[in-house]
């Protein structure tokens, strides 16, 4: 459990990270290594250099922006978990961070690095594609952003260019009341999730959906919003049964993951039950709350 | 390459391979062998310290890449050679330990959980050991000695209310 050799820089702007990765295809950025160091210590990756981009002041951040919430690629889990922001006008993330990892991971470990590493097990991912975030990243001098549905291309594959450094992700923030659910499963707290389920709703001062976004992780490669539900449940006042068959129908396509632990059958059926599940708890939520006005 | 640790208040200058981990550090270079080497894959906890008072594993992280921090290893938890802290003696007396191999990380772990929660809830010291395996407890002292601790800890030094 020792890793293979590698050089180390710690480049004091993006620019020479940039330039550093890309004069070196083995190279490879670490943030808070939370994931990486693991792969590189069981020597399933070995980079031929790591440029270390956690101290760049530059890219940690969470700030407010026009409908959003825009989060710095380094920022800490912890942090963010921590961040008023967040707590106050992003509940889904807020709600969705204690599922990550540890307390001690959590302490090290980067928004950022978790989108960039693709797991299909990651909360972070689940809740950038049910809210429909944008990943914005820089590429040698030019840059661009990537909506999360298009940033995730498979089980820890994704869009980001071989150079390329994540630097910030942009959550859209709902102007409505808001209420938010999520729910996991797996054989132990914090171990890698079967199935995944986050859900945000909000309501018309009638009771009616207004809107509801809704997503499963972990079942499946990448996370997935399930837009077919939110359509069958929009304008409703949604019961267990709407819910369960909207969510039914919805997942109808999906292509599940199988493994010794669990099953492709099995990981539908649970996502099934724990997105119905994740919105009558956003639907709850919302309710009990009153929402969050913004 | 030339790394400097601030280590249980000890300024260190150590020359480690990139690829050395905090924790191989720790304990071969500093020969600060509390931090122990369990799974070395971010699974087992056994290797918990703290790096500026946080909670962290330091097989997750290179020794390079602690720069310039703080870290505080169970060695640094004593208030003097032969002392306990009140953390180490919850454990001793509820019998919070059995091998002792997971011990020094849980009581990091806990300690970083009191630091910021005087008053945790049984739940909270779930969740706060909840990435610390042991093998031999069945958890039920330790988070028994962590609440003693706890409640030990807010009873001490209390100013007097006015």
Known sequence: ?294 | MSTELTVNSHRYRVEVEPRTTLLDCLRDTLGLTGAHAGCEHGVCGACTVLLDGAAVRSCLMFAVQADGREITTIEGLTPAPGELSVLQDAFCETHGLQCGYCTPAMILAAHALLAGNPAPTRDDIVEAISGNICRCTGYAQIVEAVALAAERLRGANRPVEA
């Not at chain 1, 069958?232 to 039914?248: F, N, Y």
């Open chain 1, 1 to 294: 459990m020792k890793a293979a050799a590698f050089a180390y820089s710690r480049p004091s702007g993006l620019d020479e990270a940039c330039a550093l990765l890309a004069a070196d295809d083995g190279a490879r950025v670490i943030a808070g290594g939370q994931t990486l160091v693991p792969l590189m210590a069981m020597r399933l990756a070995r980079p031929t250099r790591l440029v270390d981009i956690a101290r760049l002041s530059e890219l940690a951040f969470v700030r407010e922006d026009t409908d959003a919430i825009v989060i710095g690629a380094t920022t800490t889990q912890r942090a963010a978990e921590r961040h008023a922001l967040v707590r106050d006008k992003l509940p889904l993330l807020a709600r969705a961070l204690p599922w990550v990892g540890h307390a001690a991971t959590r302490a090290r470990g980067t928004i950022g690095g978790s989108l960039a590493n693709a797991d299909p097990a990651a909360e972070i991912g689940l809740v950038a594609v049910t809210l429909d975030a944008e990943l914005v990243f820089r590429n040698g001098a030019g840059g661009s952003q990537l909506r999360a549905a298009e940033f995730f291309l498979g089980a820890m594959v994704t869009a980001l260019p071989a150079a390329g450094i994540l630097t910030a992700v942009r959550f859209p923030v709902w102007r409505e009341r808001v209420g938010v659910g999520f729910q996991e499963m797996s054989s132990r707290k914090s171990d890698f999730a079967f199935a995944a389920a986050a859900a945000q709703v909000a309501l018309h001062p009638d009771g009616t959906v207004a809107r509801v976004a809704a997503g499963i992780g972990a079942a499946t490669e990448t996370p997935i919003r399930l837009y077919a539900a939110a359509d069958a449940l929009q304008g409703t006042r949604p019961t267990p049964d709407t819910i369960r068959s909207a969510v039914t129908a919805a997942l109808a396509d999906i292509n599940p993951m199988a493994d010794l632990h669990a099953s492709a059958d099995y990981r539908r059926r649970l996502a099934g039950s724990l997105a119905s599940r994740a919105i009558a708890e956003a639907l709850e939520n919302a309710k009990q709350s009153g929402g969050h006005v913004h």
